[in-house]
């Protein structure tokens, strides 16, 4: 099973709302990523989790907030975004981090 | 410079063609290399992993220049199905698992 599953698939959301991506892997993987994808471009690494501690912060805004609550869940916290932020979040998990990265199939956010 | 440069597109080929991609890295340090493969508004799955003895996978073959810092995926005898945005991902270090621009590729009947 090489599943990433993530919730939910879209989402609108005001720029005042706050709402949480979800992001669930049972392949006892100790890796976690959220990527962020707009249209046309690929793939921008965001921030990564080993071993359930946050290990890279690609210099991302604090409107974006990550949680890793335990080794299978990792969460997006999102507050005050723009109608930039509006794009594909993706998430994935590597049995290590910087193995190979299975991807989840993404929520689709717009911001208005 | 980009920390992972790939070739840009898009490739139109006919089907039964050869392709190859390249991509470029920028830190010598980097650790692990990776073939994916998007179709449109899907998330990118894994194609394979490059290793330093270069490796095959049916009609794809994948090599790694560490001297010259690139990897390269060749794909023969194309299909229809092979149209998809193919993406160079590299292990710049320490998990920070780095997109190549993308190369989109159309095979054509």
């Known amino acids: 099973d090489t599943e990433v599953t993530q919730t939910p698939k879209h989402l609108v959301m005001g720029m005042t709302n706050k709402k949480s991506l979800k992001c669930e892997q049972h392949?006892?993987?100790?890796?976690m990523y959220w990527y962020k994808q707009k249209a046309k471009k690929p793939p921008e690494l965001m921030f990564v989790?080993?071993?359930?501690?946050?290990?890279i912060n690609e210099s991302v805004p604090s409107r974006f907030s990550p949680e890793c609550p335990n080794s299978s869940l990792l969460n997006l916290h999102l507050h005050a975004l723009q109608p930039e932020d509006s794009a594909l979040y993706l998430c994935?998990?590597?049995?290590?981090?910087?193995?190979?990265?299975?991807f989840g199939q993404g929520t689709r956010l717009t911001v208005v | 410079r980009k920390e992972v440069e790939q070739d840009p597109g898009p490739f139109n080929v006919p089907e039964g063609a050869t392709v190859a991609f390249n991509c470029t890295y920028s830190?010598?340090?980097?650790?692990?290399f990776f073939w994916y493969r998007q179709d449109c508004r899907k998330e990118p799955k894994l194609l394979m992993s490059?290793?330093?003895s270069g490796n095959e996978d049916g009609r794809f073959t994948a090599q790694l220049n560490r001297a010259s810092q690139y990897i390269s995926l060749l794909i023969r005898d194309s299909k229809l199905s092979d149209s998809a945005t193919y993406l160079c991902?590299?292990?710049?270090?320490?998990?920070?698992?780095?997109f190549g621009q993308g190369t989109e590729l159309s095979v054509k009947p």
């Open positions: 830190n010598s340090a980097s650790q692990s």
């Open positions: 989790y080993s071993y359930e501690k946050l290990s």
């Open positions: 991902v590299v292990n710049l270090v320490g998990g920070k698992l780095i």
């Open positions: 994935a998990s590597s049995q290590e981090a910087g193995a190979e990265a299975f």
């Open positions: 392949m006892g993987h100790r890796a």
């Open positions: 490059v290793y330093s």
